[in-house]
């Protein structure tokens, strides 16, 4: 499996006035590499590269660096094409879809730009790397991470490492690949039931109260609204400093949850199943004032954290249809709307059993999954002669 490994560059004042520069350049260059492809219909990468390796060559970029700013400027428009066909821009004639396929892709003067062995070289025991730049070879930029970091980029660094710069810091984000463990055949299955009051809860006990990150989050909220509504210089610079600080905030609390999962199911010799909550914001109508928490939500990332840190660990995991889950009584299995008497009381009126909503949600979720799992594996029977 693939994973991620981001370390922070450390550059002097020249070296990180090359890195700006670079970054600059290339993404200009794939601004019009994009003009050409979308003038000329989005031919492929091939056709694209005839029609505009040797202007990115005289415009001063390396043989490398003009490669990779064609790919790039492909690959930008392959997942256009393919979020329009998935839907994810609208129907055919909505506003967001004309907008997207009416104007060529454009990219951020700091965005990411893909390196590959040929122009970046590390030096792990040293922790500085050689890269290529339009003011030539940089060598002995200084990089910072932990020793784990360090341990998995020596061991397993595979393919090209991205360059960004954010919020005036560099960084490498190097793809690492690592073997994939036997997935184990589980004694039963955890169930997460995912939600906002409580952003997880698990059929073994274990509960993530939403409380903290949702204070968090309104918090983070009435604050930018006051810095928007004075919009002084200061205000300005504060709600630059603060920005994506809510996100890292919430992807710290998901890793955290996450982990705290998989390790429950790898210890207990269970399987992980999830709710397949794909579409739910389209599907849910909610009042005007309950919107903001709707799609603040970070279901989506939790669950992606929950999937990778379980492949990693050779953990089963399955996704499973979150209808009735939340109506259903995990005691006797009767279905009614009426079971839920409120966000966190659960009352079955057919037996009479009370139980946290999560909780009862979360024991559904784990028999379903069980179910999903019998379903799917292969069979044992022996073959016949």
Partial sequence: MKIVVQVKLLPEAEQAAALRSTLRMVNEAANWVSGVAFER????????????????????????????????????????????????????GSKRRIKAESKPITFRSEAAQPYDDRCLSWQYDAQTVSIW???????????????????????????????????????????????????????????VDLGVVNIATTSTGYRAAGRGLNRHRKRQLELRRKLQAKGTKSAKRLLKKRSRKEARHTANVNHIVSKTIVTTAERTGCGIALEDLTGIRSRVRLRKDQRTSLHSWSFHQLASFVAYKAKRAGVPLVYVDPAYTSQRCSQCGHIDRNNRVGQATFACRACGFLANADDNASHNIARKGETVWTAGRKSRVPATL
């Fill in 41 to 92: 219909g989005v031919p492929r990468e091939y056709e694209l590269r005839k029609h505009t390796y040797a202007d990115l060559k005289a415009r001063g970029l390396g043989a490398q660096a003009a490669q990779h700013a064609i790919k790039k400027t492909r690959d930008a428009y392959t997942t256009l094409k393919a979020n329009i066909r998935a839907g994810n821009l609208g129907k055919p």
């Fill in 133 to 191: 730049t339009t003011a030539g070879r940089l060598k002995n930029v200084r990089f910072a991470c932990s020793s784990d970091a360090i341990k998995m980029l020596r061991e397993h660094r595979k393919g090209e490492s991205d360059l960004i710069e954010r919020d005036g810091v560099f960084y490498l984000i190097a793809v690492c690949e690592i073997p994939e463990p036997e997935v184990y055949e589980p004694d039963g299955f955890v169930g």
